[in-house]
């Protein structure tokens, strides 16, 4: 027959607990929900439920029926195995299981207490509210954890690509999410990935679920964006949910997380997602801060190894050889062309490369418009061409330009004061598409090669211009001596013989190789005082009187006073000026002795000497080189340098065996 809960019999409790009353009462008040009283064959012969509330089911019980009949398939065998446990023991708990009651899941815990009779009570307690308090403390410790663990991570990490697939990979790992995508908004406002996980088995590998367009407009005003995918029967097939990266309440990132959990996303696991997205977005923002730091510092170490190699005196072609090897590590090239453009010619040629396989680009000399770099001279704009393959007829003339195997070209014009002065190229064998900062980085190593090609034309424009002024210079100051021999025709050929000698002299006593060029000048230039002396008393063929010779000895004076006017001619001085001192101190014009004397005079001296003794005269004819030697060997100490004349004399004696020898 059927039982209801005011039929219940506490006679069966009294058993257990010595007929006390007071004990009982208690056991009711604690045990509140179910109670059930079996025979010691397992049949039910009593219980009690809640009001409202059913142990197993809405299934009648009835005195004398196997209780184990009357319950779910899912939990029978839990109480057959404790009734039998209970039989051996005298008494068993059941911790917890788990049952659903008309769709709703439920958790319990039973305790069995075997009486001395050998019947059984069975005290059922519904524990759902404290399981789910119990189980949101060990998800929330859970959640906290894994939040304490991410951060360790995270903090610790100064790649950006690194942060962003470990964020994805613990969320694959940790919470059963079958596909997680990380992405960082960059500088021109698009996604860039940073992080991508499947589980292993997740029909979703390889899917794209990068946010669209709409979903990433909402998510700049929203905190987050949860879908739902169903079956056309209305079940659940998967949940997409999209968090935004905020920092600063601007959005810098994209999470997107996939799911096959029905209520995954609960109000404690969003804020933990938020919490994550947040810690995420600062580890990337500042693992992006340091990579710019660094950027920044490679990028000011590039410029200044640009601006030494500008600075040295190192040759175009050396100098141009850095410059392309910093800038192709600086941007990731793999390799670099730079073409100068000859201002006379008006053509491009290769200068130098960098990272090329063979001489690819050796022997380039194109015309303006010619070609990819022809055009960017031409039309002063940069060329991009994502794929060569499409284009292979600009290279056709570059030997083995195939076997670079060269995917993406990108071209930019080198221009300094509004002039084009060449073209750099670069090459990359990958897919490869410039970003905005990158180009920005190209632009500012672009500007410095530009300068240093104009810097290399104006010093050797400089350089060429210098050379034709010193050669205008040398031939207007011989022009000058010529002039002068002109003037004194006994003296012809004299200054050109004795500047030869002078030089070579200068050279042998170890003179500053700076101070041989104005040795020569002042050797050319030694007797440019006779200009003011009258031709009465110059051109005389007789000896000259003592007025006359007073005359004379101020062509020294004359010399200083014509070539103080020529700032060029200042430090070509001393032998115009000093060259008739003599070491003892009766020289003229100032009777300056020994060292007082510039040693370029007291040189010049010694083979003035020697050129005008060995030389015809009308008053006399020309002495030989033996007698000259051994005159200016008289004079040591007196009229010149002992220092000087040895090695003039081993000079000249050099001299003479390599003309018998000749």
């Known amino acids: 027959m059927a039982i209801t809960i005011s039929d219940f019999d506490t006679r069966q409790l009294g058993k257990l607990f010595g007929g006390s009353d007071v004990l009982l009462n208690t056991i009711l008040q ?53 009734l039998k446990q209970t039989q051996i023991l005298g008494r068993f708990e ?21 009486a001395p009779d050998a019947s059984t009570v069975i005290i059922i307690q519904n524990i759902t509210l404290q399981k789910q308090k119990t189980d949101g403390i060990r998800q929330q410790q859970k959640l906290m954890e894994f939040l304490k663990e991410s951060a360790r991570q995270l903090t610790r990490e100064m790649d950006s690509q690194t942060i962003g697939q470990q964020c994805v990979d613990s969320l694959i790992d940790q919470f059963g999410i079958i596909l997680a995508w990380i992405g960082w908004i960059n500088i021109e406002g698009q996604l860039d990935e940073l992080g991508y996980a499947t589980t292993k088995n997740s029909k979703m590998i390889g899917a794209n679920v990068k946010p669209e367009i709409d979903k990433i407009d909402y998510l700049r005003n929203n905190k987050f964006l949860i879908l739902d995918d169903k079956y056309s029967d209305g079940r659940l097939l998967l949940t997409k949910a999209y968090f935004p990266l905020m920092i600063n309440n601007k959005m810098v990132g994209i999470l997107s997380l996939v799911t096959e959990n029905q209520g995954f996303f609960s109000p404690e696991m969003i804020d933990l997602l938020q919490a994550i ?62 073409l100068v453009l000859d201002p006379k010619s008006k053509m491009l040629n290769f200068v130098d490369g960098y990272g090329f396989r063979y001489d690819t680009f050796k022997y380039s000399h194109l015309k303006i418009g010619e070609s990819f770099s022809g055009k960017v001279a031409q039309e002063r704009r940069t060329i991009y061409v994502e794929n060569l393959q499409d284009d292979p007829q600009n290279f056709s003339r570059a030997s083995r330009f195939s076997e670079e195997g060269f995917m993406m070209y990108l071209g930019t014009p080198l221009i300094a004061h509004s002039e084009v002065r060449g073209v750099l190229e670069i090459f990359q064998r990958r897919e490869f ?17 530009a300068i240093a090609i104009d ?32 003037r004194d025709r006994e003296t012809q050929g004299h200054t050109l013989r004795v500047a030869r000698m002078t030089d070579e002299l200068a050279l042998r006593m170890g003179l500053p190789t700076e101070s041989l060029d104005q040795v020569h000048q002042g050797a050319l230039l030694h007797d440019i005082g006779k200009m003011g002396i009258p031709d009465s008393i110059l051109l005389k063929p007789s ?31 001393d032998i115009p000026l000093y060259h008739h001192e003599k070491w003892d101190g009766t020289g003229y014009p100032y009777g300056l002795k020994g060292e007082q004397i510039p040693l370029a005079a007291r040189l010049f001296s010694v083979v003035d000497v020697y050129d005008a003794l060995t030389s015809n005269r009308p008053y006399r004819a020309a002495w030989s080189k033996e007698e000259a030697i051994n005159y200016i060997q008289s004079q040591i100490g007196i009229y010149f340098d002992p220092t000087v004349v040895p090695v003039f004399t081993q000079l000249k004696t050099l001299a003479s065996s390599s003309m018998v020898r000749s």
């Open 94 to 114: 059941i911790p917890e299981y788990e049952l659903i009651t008309d769709g709703i899941r439920q958790w319990y815990s039973a305790k069995l207490l075997q």
């Open 455 to 486: 810097n290399s034309l104006l010093v050797k424009y400089l350089k060429d211009t210098n050379l034709e002024l010193n050669s205008a210079y040398h031939s207007t100051i011989e022009g000058l001596s010529r002039a002068l021999e002109l």
């Open 433 to 449: 598409q410039p970003k905005k900062d990158w180009l920005t980085v190209l632009e500012t190593l672009a500007n410095q090669i």
């Open 543 to 573: 000896a000259l009187s003592a007025e006359e010779w007073d005359i004379m000895k101020q062509h020294p004076i004359y010399a200083y006073k014509l070539l103080s006017q020529v700032e060029n001619l200042k430090s070509a001085m």
């Open 277 to 338: 997205c947040s810690l995420t977005g600062s580890s990337i923002q500042n693992s992006h801060l340091y990579e710019d730091s660094r950027r920044q510092l490679s990028q000011m170490q590039t410029l200044r190894t640009i601006d030494q190699a500008i600075l040295s005196n190192l040759d175009f072609h050396t100098m141009a050889s850095i410059i392309l090897s910093e800038a192709a590590k600086h941007i990731h090239a793999d390799a670099i062309a730079l």
């Open 30 to 82: 604690i045990f509140p929900d179910f109670l059930f009283c079996l025979d010691e064959n397992g049949n039910l012969l009593n219980f009690r439920e809640k009001d409202g509330i059913h142990a197993f089911s809405q299934t009648e019980y009835r005195f004398g029926e196997s209780f184990l009949n009357t319950l779910p398939d899912e939990i029978a065998g839990v109480f057959r195995e404790a």
